[in-house]
Every structure is written in C-alpha cells, then in structure tokens.
C-alpha cells in the first residue's frame, strides 16, 4: 500500500498544440483526482490520456500516464499490475526525463519492500539514490531505504536513514513527504520496545499540519497511536476510520480490535486475513507481541495522559482523576516539571496556584490541602516515584515519563 508517495503530479508543458494541452489537461485531472482520493476517476483519466497519448506519438505524456496508473494501481492494492506499469516507466529508454524512469525505480523498490522481498526493494532502491538528479529523490529514496532496515530488524540504522530522509526533503522543501518518515522512525522506535518515545511522537505527528494534509499518513499516525496505546495500557479514542485513503484500514481496524483482547483463535483469523502490505505486516507483529505480553512498560515507567486524567505506574491498573480536578491539575504541574526541568523540585506555594487556581487559602489551609493531596496521589499509586524534599515535591527523574492525549489549554487548567 503506497503510503508514502503523494499523488503525481502533472509535468507535461501546455504548449504545443491542441492535443499537447487535451493530455496537459487530462493529467493534471487525472493528478488532482489521485490527490482527492477518487481513484477510480484517476485511473480511467490517466488510461484516457495514455490511450491519446500513445495514439499521436507523445513519448512524455504516455510516461506520465503509465507512472500514474502504476501509482493507482500500488494504492488499490494491484501490486502485479503496479510491478509491470512501474518495471516499464523504470527501463523506458525512450522517456526523456531522468528524473522520472529514476522515482518510477525507486517506487519499483517500495513495491518490492510492500511485497517483503528485502533483496529486490534495496536494490532498486539503491538504484534510484545513486543516480537521483535532485534532493527530492535523494530523499524519498533514503527514507525507503529506511523501510527496508527496519523490516530487517536493523532499528539504529533505519532511525538514521529516517533522519537523513526527513532532513534532505525539507531542505528541498517536500514536507509533505518528510512527515511520512517523521512517522516511520516512530514506528520503529514502537518496534525497537521504545514505547513511550513513540507514543509521544506520534502524538506530536497527529496534532501536526503536516500530517492533517494527508488523509494516508493522519490515518496511520491514528493507527500506530492507538497501538502504542494499547501496549503501554492506556485509554485513546479508536478515530481513525480512513476511507478510501486506506485500503488496508479493514484489517487495521480488526487488527486494534484484536490487540484489546488477543486469543490464540482471534490471531489465527487475523493471520489468515493478512494481506500483502508492510503496515499489515507490522500491526501483526505488534498485536502478536501484545499477545505475548512481550511490550509493557518498566516498573518504574509512568503514563499519564496530559490532562492528568488518568495515569498508570509500570504494570500497575490504570487510575482515574477525571472526577478529582485538583488532584489532576496537581499531577499535571508534577508532569510538566518533569518535562521542562528534570530533577528540579516543585515549590508547595507553586503546585497549590497550580491545583486550586483563584482560591484565597490561608497558610495552614495551602499546606494541609497539598499535604493531603500528595498523600492520595501516593496512595493511588505514585509512591515509587513522587518523592519530597521538605514542602518541595517532584516525580523521580530516573522514572520514564510518556504523556498521551491533546494538551490541556489554560481555560481547562483553570476549571
């Protein structure tokens, strides 16, 4: 499934006469309808300008049209049609533009790596990157390469690849194609066992523009959020419906289904459904470690969601403070002084304006109140890792932190 390449787009010149404009048109069509997801108008626009295009000898404008229907056909799932109509674009000696036999090679090689034939993706792949002309294939190329890596297991390396990827392509200003491997490193954080750190980055992908622009990878950065949920032990919405952006999102979403409760009969279903798709393949793996209870988090691993709603210590149950708000503005100032100064000491004067906002208390009332809050936190659970010096108080910096969920704003800080 083709994630990661974005739909075509059109290159063709609108000069040269009525029919050199009639095929610029139809594959600027044929492009935005990819880009709006309606890939069955594309298909038929792109077959209609190759058809015309072959009919009157336009060698460019049949090489834009085979690229997007080999494109078409990889996001429908066509992997055999797609291997053909790309394997053409790649070897088309008589397609002028470098550039383009170059991506068709390099997307032959993400085909390849859907397919799991390692081998085959990185030698195309390598294919592609040692004659790119540009920064923009460069990067696609290693950002691919990264795929391979980390279907291989080899996570360090791939985490590199991503980087040199998601660096390259913004310094040629393709965004839109840097956060897909934004979202391929976390995932190979969530394969390497790094939980926590891919929780968060993903969170941080959702909430990107980047990513809203593309319904594909917003579903996927959805998806993998919610598995990563689902292995740390913590409550997410299961939003994450994509249409025809996915194809695959079927088994994605029975795949999560599974994951909530595994059983060796429910796993032997999905296995059977697995179809031929690297996202597939990987919410497999992840679902089957869930089912071996391989992933959860250290004993001394803290999950709190940012609007300090609930929180979960290690293998402990998950608590809830969605009824209890000064306790959860309190667990959220806690939260926050980790992140930003780790190590430092919360003042008791701070963490009460932070738990009771607005309220006039006198001394003794100030510290009664926090004493007794930071009791219940402990006793729901936090004793391990809330520690105290004095009327200062902070969470144990050698504790491993993930928060989930959207920020709280000030306005619900304040309530």
């Not at 038929?44 to 834009?64: D, F, I, N, Q, T």
Request: with cysteine; net charge neutral; charged share 25%.
């Amino acid at each position: 499934m083709l994630h990661a390449a974005p739909a075509p787009k059109t290159t063709l010149a609108s000069g040269g006469g009525a029919v050199a404009e009639r095929l610029a048109r139809l594959c600027a069509r044929a492009a935005q309808a990819a880009k709006d997801l309606d890939f069955d108008d594309a298909g038929e626009l792109y077959e209609s300008c190759l058809v015309l295009a072959e009919a009157v000898g336009e060698r460019a404008a049949a090489a834009e049209a085979r690229a997007g229907l080999a494109y078409v056909a990889h996001v429908r799932g066509d992997l055999d049609a797609a291997t053909a109509l790309y394997t053409r674009c790649a070897d088309a000696a008589d397609d002028p533009d470098l550039e383009r036999r170059l991506l068709a090679r390099c997307r032959l090689g993400f085909l390849h790596y859907d397919r799991g034939d390692l081998e085959s993706a990185e030698a195309h792949l390598r294919e592609g990157l040692d004659g790119a002309p540009g920064p923009a294939l460069r990067g696609r190329a290693l950002g691919w390469l990264g795929n391979v890596a980390r279907a291989r297991g080899e996570h360090a390396h791939a985490a590199s690849l991503y980087e040199a990827a998601t660096r390259t392509l913004r310094a040629a200003g393709d965004a839109a194609f840097a956060v897909t491997f934004d979202m391929d490193r976390a995932i190979a954080a969530l394969l390497a066992g790094e939980t926590a750190a891919a929780a968060n980055d993903l969170d941080g992908l959702r909430a990107s523009d980047e990513a809203a622009a593309s319904p594909r990878v917003g579903a996927l950065v959805g998806h993998y959020g919610a598995l990563a949920r689902l292995v740390l032990g913590v409550p997410g919405d299961d939003d994450h419906a994509a249409g025809r952006a996915l194809p695959i999102a079927p088994f994605l979403a029975r795949a999560r289904e599974t994951a909530r409760a595994p059983s060796d009969d429910a796993l032997d279903e999905l296995r059977d459904a697995l179809p031929p798709d690297a996202h597939a393949r990987i919410t497999l793996d992840l679902v089957e470690r869930l089912h071996r209870r391989r992933a959860l988090p250290p004993a001394r691993g803290l999950v709190v969601s940012r609007a300090g709603s609930f929180f979960r210590l290690g293998a402990g149950e998950l608590v809830t403070l969605g009824q209890r708000a000064p306790l959860a503005r309190l667990l959220t100032a806690l939260v926050d002084g980790r992140t930003t100064a780790p190590g430092r000491y919360l003042d008791g004067e701070e963490l009460v304006a932070y738990a009771w906002p607005g309220e006039r208390l006198s001394p003794p009332s100030r510290k009664n109140r926090l004493h007794v809050a930071i009791a219940t936190l402990r006793k729901l659970g936090l004793r391990p890792v809330l520690q105290a010096d004095g009327s200062r108080y902070r969470l144990a910096p050698d504790a491993s932190l993930v928060t989930v969920g959207a920020p709280t704003s000030s306005a619900q800080r304040s309530r």
